[in-house]
């Protein structure tokens, strides 16, 4: 239910910034805030966090009375009322959130905002308590009445929200048991997921005579030197595989908890269409999406060839191995694109597609919720906070210079444009669009970005680097996170019949095999898929990755063929937000999830990029 992110911030998870998502403290002692610095008064306009309390709880008071008004002859109107109360408990309570966190996000060693956080936390929890019984009554309505609700004029806003809490009403036990349910995910599969990070989260290692985290390790695989390379892989993944019997155990647990709840008491037909339900996709447009990419496999097997072949060219030397997929491309580019560039640049190829783009992303520089620059302490990576309607997105980058750093400001920019599309047409209950739509704008403005520059660089060795950057997280959004669930869907299915460590271990070998062809596999990679938190911590999310990157891949190539009339299209499906289903919105544009031929169209731009890069060698 909406009301469960109560007090807390969603800035996204995107792939392409979690190799960077590190605090920045000792590499920027010295440098000195520039560009852009966020203001976040606004949030709580004057008020305490006290008196944003006191505004709140007699809210929810008022909610609770409600319950007693609920019966079959209630009025579209009645509805109405509760529905917006409690779309004004939840506005109230992201602005609060949202100023915590991302002064926690600006400052991570702020222990005043880290309290605040800790006591949201809580005082959300019995909030949400609170306000479930209205959810729990309107799934369990009687479906003539709760049509007659769902298709009057005064909750046309509200329409697709409240269908999608009718959709959970054959998943749905009483109040009792979805109580005890409840009291029993404290023990359950989130515990033991708390576990696993538990324990992983406390590795350290030995590095040139120091003792270093994990992410400090996992740095290396990206380094120049191939010996730094194989050394970080053996000693992460070698620590993976000296715990792996108890991680795995942890793991079996996690799946037969999924398995339990899910299928067995909740009655969902398997345990991947507990995922597909909860994003309102169809179990066939999830499978068709897999099968595509598994039948594309060599589309990717052949860019790592080039890319070994370029780096070889280039003098570096090491095995084509596992090890090296992510070596670092040798280019003779040293431009620097300093912030103020980066940021001309990018409002120009808004401008470019659509002036509306343009204006919507210079708002919120205007708005000055824009944190632009590394500073000490500040979280690492790049993120993009909606959090309430009227109210423009806040945006934090780490901006550093690099080309990286470019696409890093466009694809943030691509979720706040996105998100001012949707709040001017959607209620705030329906804003957000679905997991495997909300990467759409941001992922397609990397495209326009990559375009933009290739048609103006005149620097061979600069088009050659920014072919190799769209192609790095290509793989690593469509094909790394197919496999993953590929992965899943086998361990989910047999671990309830009974399998054993090496069973899985061995089976995600066949996989990485599969997956990379006559590229050497070191045997300690058999143990990557107990490194892959996600695995662990929210079964089948990876495929959410996967179709947002291949739809808009399919989506760019539309624009392509249809030029100015596709605009028109693309902001329809940006200003639904999440008013509709994924597999609707994209019916709209005249696309058919459940086509492989849809899906297609995605590699067939991926296979014209590595044409491209071809040509360049």
């Known amino acids: 239910m909406t009301i469960d992110k109560i007090f807390k911030m969603e800035f996204g998870n995107d792939v392409m910034n979690t190799q960077n998502n590190t605090n920045n403290k000792k590499s920027t002692k010295s440098l000195k805030i520039q560009g852009d610095v966020w203001e976040l008064e606004e949030l709580l306009a004057g008020k305490s966090f006290d008196e944003w309390i006191q505004i709140i709880l007699p809210k929810v008071e008022k909610f609770k009375r409600y319950r007693t008004l609920l019966n079959d002859s209630i009025t579209p109107q009645k509805i109405l009322e509760i529905v917006r109360l409690e779309e004004e408990i939840s506005m109230d309570a992201e602005r609060v959130g949202a100023y915590y966190s991302l002064k926690s996000a600006e400052n991570t060693q702020d222990s005043q905002a880290l ?16 306000l479930r019984f209205f959810e729990l009554w309107f799934m369990q309505l009687n479906d003539k009445t709760a049509e007659k609700l769902l298709n009057s004029k005064e909750l ?12 959970e009403k054959p998943y749905t036990k009483s109040e009792e048991i979805e109580q005890i349910m409840e009291l029993k995910d404290v023990t359950g599969g989130d515990a033991h997921s708390t576990i696993y990070d538990i324990i992983t989260g406390k590795y350290k ?12 390790v996992v740095k290396y695989v990206r380094e120049k030197n191939p010996k730094n390379r194989e050394k970080a892989y053996e000693l992460v993944l070698g620590r993976y595989k000296e715990d792996s019997l108890v991680l795995s155990e942890i793991y079996k647990n996690i799946v037969n908890d999924w398995y339990n709840d899910g299928v067995k008491i909740r009655k969902y037909q398997s345990s991947i269409n507990v995922r597909n339900k909860s994003y309102d996709v169809s179990d066939e447009s999830v499978e068709i999406l897999l099968n595509t990419i598994k039948k594309n496999v060599n589309v990717f097997q052949e860019y790592f060839k080039i890319k070994y072949e370029l780096n070889k060219n280039a003098g570096q030397k090491y095995p084509f191995s596992r090890y090296h997929l992510y ?3 040798i280019t003779k580019n040293t431009r620097k694109y300093d912030y103020d560039y980066s940021k001309a640049f990018v409002l120009d190829m808004f401008n470019n597609f659509d002036k509306r783009f343009y204006d919507r992303a210079l708002r919120i520089f205007n708005a000055k919720h824009v944190h632009s620059h590394p500073k000490e302490n500040k979280q690492g990576g790049a993120f993009c906070a909606d959090v309430t309607k009227g109210m423009e ?3 934090m980058l780490n901006h550093t210079d690099g080309l990286r750093d470019v696409f890093t400001l466009a694809h943030e920019f691509g979720h706040g444009v996105h998100d001012s599309f949707a709040t001017e047409k959607q209620s705030h209950l329906e804003r957000h669009a679905s997991l495997t739509i909300c990467e759409t704008a941001s992922v397609f403005s990397e495209m326009l970005l990559a375009h933009k520059l290739l048609n103006e660089s005149k620097n061979k060795e600069e088009k050659k680097q920014l072919l190799v950057e769209l192609l790095d997280n290509q793989y690593a959004t469509i094909s790394r996170q197919a496999y993953f669930v590929l992965f899943e869907k086998y361990a989910h299915e047999h671990i309830p019949k009974g399998i054993t460590k090496e069973e899985l271990d061995n089976y995600y070998g066949t996989l990485l095999k599969e997956q990379f062809g006559n590229m050497q596999i070191p045997e300690v990679f058999k143990h990557e898929w107990n490194y892959i938190p996600h695995i662990h911590n929210s079964p089948f999310y990876c495929y959410s990755y996967a179709w947002g990157n291949l739809f808009v891949l399919s989506l760019y190539d539309m624009y392509k063929k249809e030029g100015n009339s596709f605009v028109e299209k693309y902001i329809d499906l940006l200003s639904a937000g999440g008013s509709d289903s994924p597999n609707n919105l994209m019916k709209k544009l005249g696309i058919n999830a459940e086509s492989e031929e849809f899906w297609q169209r995605g590699f067939n731009i991926i296979k014209e990029e590595i044409e491209e890069l071809k040509k360049l060698k």
Request: charged share 25%.
């Open 393 to 395: 997105p806040y945006i």
């Open 115 to 130: 309290s605040k956080i800790n006591q949201l936390v809580n005082i959300g929890a019995d909030i949400n308590n609170d």
């Open 156 to 167: 046309k806003s509200y329409k697709y929200h409240l269908e999608s809490v009718r959709r």
């Open 205 to 216: 290692f030995k590095w040139n005579n120091k003792t270093v985290t994990q992410e400090e």
């Open 327 to 329: 070596a670092p491309f």
